[in-house]
């Protein structure tokens, strides 16, 4: 069954705004991973965040991790165009288990 | 990316034909995958492999099986397929380092079973 559940399930903003998209999940785990997945293609990897650690940072992105709430969220600051994507959650424990992810939209 | 890649990258078949889905890196990992996309339900672990000599069922493996031919290939197969098995098919490689298990993607295969 699915660990990581992410939301929305859908998110259309406008440029230059931020995106925020969470993912809860279920059991203990050793990291959690965030993907951006573009339309039909492969998955790639965004950034991780280890289970002792509470915020981190890529760039554009900033993933929190509440591990007493058992949940994570990705922000995405000043949005692009390109940035149109699915983004989904994953998380480690003695295996990766990937969330269903959010289909998020960029407006011009 | 050409670190991991897959063939074919598009497959239309029958009902009850027997089909292998290709995948090959170039990376060194030591940890393969094989998942299937389908709308709605995000990714899917059918198997995976921790070496060469290791293979194990993920949450969807009945109806495929698998192949760890050497360290750099592990190859899907659908015995018979059948038309709830159209999906999108990725490969994923990855490596234990510091526990990180970062997964890098093939491209895909789009299958359909007709």
């Known amino acids: 069954s699915q660990q990581g559940e992410e939301d929305p399930q859908a998110l259309s903003i406008q440029e230059g705004e931020n995106a925020t998209m969470n993912c809860s999940y279920k059991?203990?785990?050793?990291?959690l991973q965030w993907y951006r997945q573009n339309s039909g293609r492969g998955l790639v990897h965004l950034i991780l965040i280890r289970s002792n650690e509470r915020e981190k940072h890529s760039g554009r992105l900033r993933v929190t991790l509440d591990t007493s709430k058992k949940s994570s969220s990705l922000l995405i600051t000043a949005s692009r165009a390109a940035d149109t994507a699915s983004y989904f959650c994953a998380t480690l424990n003695d295996k990766i288990i990937f969330g269903k992810g959010t289909r998020l939209h960029i407006l011009p | 990316d050409a670190d991991v890649t897959q063939t074919p990258r598009n497959r239309i078949t029958k009902t009850g034909k027997r089909i292998m889905l290709e995948c090959s890196q170039t990376?060194?990992?030591?940890?393969m995958y094989w998942y299937r996309q389908d709308p709605g339900l995000g990714l899917r672990l059918i198997y995976y492999s921790f070496d060469v000599k290791d293979i194990n069922k993920g949450e969807i493996s009945d109806g495929y099986s698998v192949s760890r031919q050497a360290q750099a290939k592990f190859s899907l197969s659908l015995e018979s397929a059948i038309p709830n098995q159209t999906a999108l098919y990725f490969c994923?490689?990855?490596?234990?380092?510091?526990?990180?298990?970062?997964?890098?993607f093939g491209p895909g295969t789009r299958l359909t079973v007709l």
């Open positions: 059991t203990s785990i050793n990291n």
């Open positions: 990376k060194g990992h030591d940890r």
């Open positions: 994923a490689t990855s490596l234990l380092a510091g526990g990180r298990n970062e997964q890098f």
